[in-house]
């Protein structure tokens, strides 16, 4: 939120803005933001005291460049770091940041920069909103997962024993700054993973997008600095109108989990062996096959999908076999489900969804087995 403080220069970025409940905030792409933050910080998130948050990866690359940036100036503050991974988006690591920073004096006149992907963000973000009942956060994503889909929207939280994200919050950024240079350090994995949630966008609201993604995939896996720094802002556009038209998923916000509900049980099925980006693509194309048997979809969409998502390298082909009766087994404890049955989201063509049943609809089990089948 902008709280009557000044928007970013946008000299050197890209801004967009996400309207959020009593106000918005700037997201801003580009290169060269890190060196700027001494002052986009104070500019966005006035603050006696920053807790700079990164995992063990991103510290040294780029968190510890934040720190001396900050306090080289003359900006109070703290760097806090945690192991890398999905395994370390926990309670106990909750605890561990807000434990040490109540060490440390914050109060709450302190604002959280999450320097890192998406784990650093939702953890840190989850910190900042509930260290005294919520402090500022500022995100700073360094992955293409955080800075296309993670960073944006404002959720938080952590995974728990009964499941991922199922303990957070929201709670709006005062601002995100992406800054594309820091993607060259990001392993070639994550940039595949993280690119899918593009061409995610790109299907559901944009063919145009998913065009461009597909003819751009081997600059954008190289990440070359302008077309990286394009396809973040495109789906930053799209992402933020969904959000600001939906900021707690009570509607159209739904749109943005397509390739979601079979992508999770796909994950789940596998003991999370299989990576998110991996499973949403299987996802995508086995819920373009769903929308096609029904006559919802319109006929050769999944082949579409299936060329765009080939540029990243992926296919079904690529996805290792799954248990099909642990993947149903996940779908019916989906944490999207509503009286106890999984919803998907289905396209009426590329980049459009089909609305008729609020976003999202329940299917046939036996249409759904029928169809996973594929992969088992
Ligand atoms: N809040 C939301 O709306 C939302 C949306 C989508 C995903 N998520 C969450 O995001 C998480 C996944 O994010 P992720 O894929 O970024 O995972 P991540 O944060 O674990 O980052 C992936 C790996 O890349 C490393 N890394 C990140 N940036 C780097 C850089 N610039 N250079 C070198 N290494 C770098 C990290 O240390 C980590 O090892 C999941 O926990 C997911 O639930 C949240
Ligand atoms: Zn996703």
């Known amino acids: 939120m902008t709280d009557g403080l000044p928007v970013p ?8 803005e996400v309207g ?6 700037e997201v801003v792409v580009g290169s060269g933001l890190l060196a700027r933050l001494p002052t986009l910080l104070p500019n966005n998130a006035r603050a006696h005291r ?4 990164s995992d063990e990866n991103v510290a040294p690359l780029y968190g510890s460049a934040v720190l001396e940036a900050l306090t080289s100036t003359g900006v109070d503050a703290r760097l806090y770091s945690f192991p890398p991974g999905e395994a370390s988006k926990t309670r106990e690591n909750w605890s561990m940041l807000t434990d040490a ?15 890192g992907g998406g784990v650093t963000g939702d953890l840190a973000g989850f910190v900042a909103s ?5 402090i500022p956060v500022v995100q700073v994503p360094t992955s293409y997962l ?7 929207g404002g959720k938080t939280g952590v995974d728990v024993r009964a499941g991922k994200n199922l303990v957070g919050s929201f709670h709006a950024p005062r601002a995100v700054f992406a800054d594309s240079d820091t993607l060259a350090t990001l392993p070639d994995a994550e940039r595949v993973q993280g690119l899918v949630e593009a061409f995610k966008h790109g299907a559901i609201l944009d063919a145009a997008y998913l065009e461009w993604l597909t003819t751009a995939a081997d600059m954008l896996l190289a990440v070359d600095t302008e077309t990286a720094t394009e396809a973040i802002v495109r789906s930053v556009r799209i992402k933020a109108d969904v959000v600001t ?3 707690r998923e009570g509607g159209v916000r739904q749109v943005l989990n397509f390739g979601h509900t079979v992508g999770h049980a796909l994950e789940a099925a596998t003991g999370y062996a299989m990576g998110h980006g991996t499973a949403v693509a299987a996802g995508m194309l086995l819920e373009a096959e769903l929308g096609e048997r029904l006559g919802i979809t319109e006929g050769g969409t999944r082949a579409q999908i299936a060329s765009s998502l080939s540029r990243l390298g992926l296919s079904l ?22 009286s106890g049955r999984p919803r998907y989201v289905l396209l009426r063509r590329l980049g459009e969804v089909e609305d008729e049943e609020a976003w999202s609809r329940e299917i046939p089990d036996s249409l759904v087995r029928d169809v996973l089948a594929e992969i088992a």
């Open 20 to 25: 959020v409940s009593g106000g918005s905030y």
């Open 101 to 115: 920073m109540l060490d440390d004096g914050h109060g709450r006149d302190s604002c959280v920069v999450a320097v």
């Open 130 to 134: 509930t260290y005294l009942r919520g």
């Open 9 to 16: 220069d946008l000299a050197h970025g890209t801004g967009v």
């Open 317 to 338: 082909d690529s996805v290792p076999s799954v248990d099909l009766e642990a993947a149903m087994g996940f779908l019916a404890s989906d944490k999207k489900a509503r």
């Open 245 to 247: 038209r939906d900021e």
């Open 50 to 53: 920053y807790a700079v948050i």
């Open 146 to 152: 955080a800075m296309i889909d993670a960073s944006v």
